[in-house]
């Protein structure tokens, strides 16, 4: 594994100007600290409503659920996704509507349930019979939409084991629902986090249109159809651009849905906020055990590092040093790993580094908008990275 080293000769062209290297270099601040560009996040969310037209994103908030990127969002005309009642409540901090949020988890608390209806809040996924008669008794009358199992072998953190159901058992589920007097309102599914087969939208869409046959013939048409979340953001190696994905989509629903339902919807997470964040760290430490050089850093793991701990192979994050006239100087290879007394907080192996990198030199590691501040604690009473935000606002510019 060998994450790319940027140097501000070698940024690639879209990264975001704000977080370019010379410019962070100025910020006077103690590390770790995560700097998020709020026009990124805005500029993403854009993109991807011009490149899948006539989808609206619900914005997955577990990915980074910053009042600042919400408002940013919000302002913008997002929906929003949510897995508990307590990310609804950090949404209505944030002014949005609960009758404008998915409640996208298929397995709920009941009590979260209750209070999610009770506060307007009135679409919830499902995938199984105990979970539909939870929301017929808590939310009486809601509209419930089922998540499909998908084929997500092409992505880098895979859902589908943990949730989703057949197409037949899917009909059966929709059916039951009726009858329990819910609404059968939609379908949603989730390729997987940074899916990088945009055949797998394709295939989903399919599984999709059957299941859209099968109830259409029982006199039941959807208003949703929900591509989850999944697109990938850019890190080290190429992925599909947003464009890519968004042609296949659009030529996917043309060509296989049997009607176009009301609502097209996606729930993208990581697309829309990985790219917008910096994550800084100092050198705290520099060590040699047997043949191997470690690094030991004031993050790790257990401050927003967890993707690296979730990969079989690591997980690659551009990366950068503060070090002087870093492209002049040899690379060495370096084990990186966290301040705390655990060995479980080791971030990456074998990644090329300035030889010369050393106590109280700093790290910079790019594209760490998603699923790191989300994931932080103070373990070990180390702090996790205090936010910081540049660019955009929440007017969403
Ligand atoms: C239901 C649901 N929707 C959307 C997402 C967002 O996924 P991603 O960040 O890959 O876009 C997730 C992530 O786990 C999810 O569980």
């Not at 055949?199 to 249109?209: F, N, P, V, Y």
Request: glycine share 8%; charged share 20%.
């Amino acid at each position: 594994m060998t994450p790319a080293l940027l140097t501000p000769a070698r940024v690639p062209a879209h990264w975001p100007s704000a977080l370019a290297p010379d410019v962070l270099e100025v910020i006077d601040m103690p590390t770790p600290y995560l700097v998020t560009d709020l026009g990124t996040v805005a500029a993403r969310h854009e993109e991807f409503e011009r490149e899948l037209p006539g989808v609206r994103a619900y914005y997955a908030m577990k990915s980074n659920p910053a009042q600042e990127v919400l408002a940013t969002l919000a302002a913008r005309g997002s929906g929003f996704e949510i897995a508990s009642l307590g990310e609804l409540r950090m949404l209505e901090r944030a002014g949005v509507d609960p009758a404008d949020v998915l409640y996208s988890n298929p397995v709920k608390p009941p009590a979260h349930v209750a209070e999610a209806y009770r506060a307007g809040l009135w679409r919830f996924s499902f995938d199984s019979p105990g979970e539909l008669a939870k929301i017929a008794e808590l939310a009486p009358g809601a509209a419930v939409y089922v998540r499909l199992r998908v084929d997500d072998e092409a992505s880098v953190f895979p859902l589908s084991r943990k949730f989703g159901t057949s197409v037949g058992e899917a009909y059966d589920l929709l059916t039951l629902a009726e009858r329990l007097g819910l609404r059968a309102y939609g379908i949603t599914f989730h390729v997987g986090s940074q899916c990088a087969n945009p055949l797998a939208w394709r295939q989903a869409i399919a599984d999709s249109a059957r299941l859209m046959n099968l109830l259409r013939a029982d006199g039941i048409e959807l208003r949703m159809l929900n591509l989850g979340g999944g697109f990938p953001a850019r890190y080290v190696n190429g992925v599909p651009s947003i464009e890519t994905i968004g042609a296949v989509v659009t030529a996917a629903q043309d060509e296989l849905l049997p009607y176009r339902p009301e609502l097209l919807a996606a729930e993208p997470g990581r697309y829309l906020v990985a790219e917008s964040a910096v994550l800084a760290t100092t050198v705290i430490g520099r060590e040699r055990r047997d043949d191997e050089n470690w690094l030991f850093v004031d993050v790790s793991a257990y401050h927003g590092l967890m993707e690296t701990l979730q990969t079989a192979n690591g997980w690659e994050y551009p990366l950068w040093t503060s070090v002087r006239h870093a492209a002049e100087i040899p690379g060495m290879r370096f084990t990186v790993t966290g301040p705390s007394c655990d060995s479980s907080d080791t971030v990456f192996t074998g990644v090329t580094l300035p030889a010369t990198i050393d106590v109280g030199d700093i790290l910079y590691i790019g594209s760490a908008g998603a699923y790191t501040l989300s994931y932080a604690s103070a373990f070990n009473g180390f702090p996790p990275p205090t936010p910081l935000f540049v660019g955009g606002g929440a007017d969403g510019r």
